[in-house]
């Protein structure tokens, strides 16, 4: 299942910060390689992580501190917030 993926405008404010933040620290492209292998298998196996709170899911990123949390929506995948 390839769901679509959106983001809530925090979602979006905190990928920002977290950007910023690792690019500060020369580790931005590290980064985005984790936060994009988390994104490609949370939108083909949207439903394989457990539910843990109000409908949300969690999907953590491998190698930093950070979780992607989402509900799965009748057009995909909405990402509700990014937390450290």
């Not at 933040?21 to 083909?44: K, T």
Request: glycine share 2%; proline share 2%.
């Amino acid at each position: 299942m390839d769901s679509k993926i959106k983001f809530t405008d925090e979602a979006k404010i905190e990928f920002l910060k977290a950007k910023c933040f690792f690019a500060m620290s020369n580790q931005e492209e590290r980064f985005w390689e984790d936060v994009n292998r988390q994104v490609e298998l949370l939108q083909s196996i949207p439903f394989a992580f457990q539910l843990r709170y109000k409908n949300v899911r969690i999907i953590q990123l491998e190698h930093f501190n950070f979780s992607i949390h989402y509900v799965i929506k009748p057009h995909g995948v909405l990402v509700y917030r990014f937390f450290k």
